[in-house]
């Protein structure tokens, strides 16, 4: 299995910025808005998994073969 490093790259920029802006503060300030807090969403932990979950996410995306059919 052979990983474009550049879908890799961008892919994982996209799916991180998805994660902090969609996921993370549109739901919270939708389904929790009292307990929104910004030290919640930038704290170590929190963005640890998030880019954690980029990273593999971007590894997945990044190194699906598609065979062109003839």
Known sequence: MKINWKKF???SFIIF???VFIADILVDRIFKPQE???SKIFGFENLFWKV???IVG???YSSENKQEKK
């Open 36 to 38: 929104f807090d910004w």
């Open 52 to 54: 954690l979950a980029a």
């Open 17 to 19: 910025i998805a994660f």
């Open 9 to 11: 790259i961008i892919s």
């Open 58 to 60: 971007a590894y997945f």
